[in-house]
């Protein structure tokens, strides 16, 4: 008789002890996707003036475990969360005019096509320059690519840079070619390198009528105070779970010392 009430104490401390244990590791679970939510908006912030940077969103997934105990003490759901995706907003920056004729934003959609290295590129980033050979360039030194697959060379004699709407590029010598934009069926597949340039598997479709505005640059879609405001939430939260996993620690700590000590309890 005796063995079997303590065998029913043994067993309801156990399960008081799981489910301490399982709310720690909600919680922990919950305090690593904060982390790594709190690294995506730090870097919003730090782009929110770079030329065409699109920022991140943080998608996550919940998941649901019931324990062996079916509907008693140890049996409840346990949710565990756990970040999966950084998804790219893909929304436009406002427009911003520069009065520098070298500086191109694309309205819609559409990629500026770049010649890098280690092959074509592609970017929104239209703050491009002039080397020293006269080859229109990104600000990293690649080529900007026109619709038949040559680079842009100005002579020192041409003045008047213009770019029209379609991307046509001339100079007080006539037209030099139409600059190759692109558009891909999929955005979300196209991979970030370096210097707001990505790259791509699937191959581009060729944009016949684009939309560029010349002497402007499109802004970064970050919002600041948004950004901000989710900051601030996030970092509450961070700390309201660190809260509550030193209040089940000190809880966890408390019945082991009742079980090892029950005459003292």
Known sequence: MHKR????VDLLE???????????IVALSRQTTLRRQLGVIANNLANMNTTG?????????????????????????????????????????????TGNPLDLAI???????????????????????????????????????????????????ESKITVSRDGTVSTSNGQLGRMRTVRFENQYALKETAGGL????????????????????????????????????????YKS???LMDAENERLKKMIREVANPGNA
């Open 5 to 8: 009430v303590w065998a029913n």
């Open 14 to 24: 156990f399960g008081i002890a799981k489910k301490m244990e399982n709310t720690s």
């Open 53 to 97: 940077f699109k920022g991140g969103k943080m998608m996550f997934i919940e998941h649901l475990v019931r324990s062996r105990g079916g509907d008693s003490i140890i049996g409840d759901k346990i949710a565990y969360v756990r970040d999966i995706a950084t998804v790219r907003d893909l929304s436009e920056g406002g427009i911003k005019a």
């Open 107 to 157: 309205q819609g959609d559409g990629y500026f096509v770049i010649d890098t290295p280690t092959g074509e590129q592609y970017t929104r980033n239209g703050s491009f320059r002039l080397d020293q050979e006269g080859q229109l360039v990104t600000k990293n030194g690649d080529p900007v690519l026109s619709d038949g697959g040559d680079p842009f060379f100005f002579t020192p004699t």
């Open 198 to 237: 990505f790259t791509s598997e699937a191959p581009p479709q060729d944009i016949e009528i684009p939309n560029i505005v010349q002497n402007a640059l499109e802004s970064s879609n970050v919002e600041p105070i948004i950004e901000m405001t989710r900051l601030i939430e996030t970092h509450r939260t």
């Open 241 to 243: 779970v660190q809260k």
